[in-house]
């Protein structure tokens, strides 16, 4: 949430950090409603949900998350919250696409964050109307996870109908969407997840399911087109030898590690060989919300939802998603009470 603008007399029921830390430092509070700016709208936000990004921020984990987003030695936005789903409460000077009344979504983590309240205001740009055809709880599992998962397949990709995909993660969040999106596309998808969500997998539209568990797809001889990793981790050796001549290989996600090898290999392998590899830094952005928008009232995505969690323990839900075994997103409501 912008804690810098003008706000009223009223109050809001939110999670609040002062310190980085664990989920434990996590605490309901009442505090100031904010009021919407020229160009900006006052959501009542109806349900949130929990992304890698906000236990990233919470943990200031890595350090440089400190440099990048602002608060060397306490967090410059203290309501967590990228994802969120609600009702459009009033509407500052010029704002021309939303109207009291309406029902929208969106990813406001360039906004300042804080879907983890009653209230936010954010810039017009960063909200779609909501989908029709789903609920607030299904809508705001979408944003962040569905971009990131959209930008990584189809701009960092190049995906195109008939490759040979592989989504190493396909149970979490962006992976869930991930495996949902290339098959949209028209690709050939093989999902990596665990024992407990190869049915899972197969039940979104994976056209083979590969349990880690007990096989290794760096290893079984199999090229792809393309390979997304939402999750997980294997060396930038153990991808190389996944890909076909001439394909594709972007990091989404999974451990530090395979993160900032991305990000520092990639583009070296890149330079010395047919293969690309790099890791993704996903941007919120409208108009791919608007593509994302479409596939949902279309019937070819759907959010999974493992768990929901109503506002006063977030905690909770943070610490779960922290434990990296969450089956798609988990979603927080708005139902709270201060203790």
């Avoid at 290794?216 to 001889?221: A, V, Y």
């Avoid at 792809?224 to 939402?230: F, M, N, P, T, V």
């Avoid at 506002?311 to 409501?333: D, F, M, P, S």
Wanted: glycine residues 10%; hydrophobic residues 45%.
């Amino acid at each position: 949430m912008n804690t810098d603008n003008k706000t009223s007399r009223a109050k809001m029921k939110a999670i609040v950090y002062h310190n980085y830390g664990s989920p434990d430092v996590l605490k309901l509070e009442e505090v100031a409603r904010p009021a919407p700016g020229e160009g900006e709208v006052l959501v009542k936000v109806h349900a949130a949900s929990v992304n890698a990004a906000d236990i990233h921020l919470l943990k200031a984990d890595p350090f440089v998350i400190r440099l990048m987003v602002g608060g060397l030695f306490h967090p410059k936005y203290k309501i967590l919250g990228a994802d969120m789903a609600g009702q459009v409460e009033a509407v500052g000077q010029n704002v021309k696409q939303f109207q009291p009344g309406g029902a929208v979504f969106g990813d406001i983590s360039a906004c300042g964050w804080g879907a983890f309240g009653e209230y936010v205001c954010v810039r017009e740009n960063a909200l779609v109307l909501k989908p029709t055809n789903i609920t607030f709880e299904e809508a705001a599992a979408v944003p962040l996870a569905a971009v990131t998962a959209l930008q990584g397949l189809r701009d960092r990709g190049q995906i195109k109908p008939g490759q040979k995909v592989l989504i190493n993660g396909a149970s979490g969040g962006v992976g869930s969407f991930a495996l949902q999106i290339a098959r949209s596309f028209g690709a050939e998808v093989t999902a990596v997840c665990s024992t407990r969500n190869v049915d899972m997998a197969r039940a979104m539209g994976a056209d083979h399911v590969i349990d880690y568990t007990r096989a290794d797809f760096t290893r079984n001889g199999q090229g792809y087109d393309l390979i997304l990793a939402a999750n997980g981790y294997h060396s930038l050796s153990d991808y190389k030898r996944a890909l076909s001549p001439g394909g594709i290989y972007v990091c989404a996600g999974g451990s530090m590690v395979q993160v900032f090898q991305g990000m520092l290999l990639g583009p070296w392998i890149s330079r010395s060989g047919n293969i690309k590899m790099s890791t993704l830094a996903a941007a919120p952005n409208q108009k791919d919300l608007v593509f994302i928008k479409a596939l949902i009232e279309a019937g070819k995505l759907k959010a999974v939802i493992d768990r929901r969690y109503p506002l006063n323990e977030a905690a909770e839900a943070l610490g779960y998603v922290n434990e990296g075994h969450a089956r798609g997103k988990v979603v927080i409501t708005m139902e709270a009470q201060l203790s």
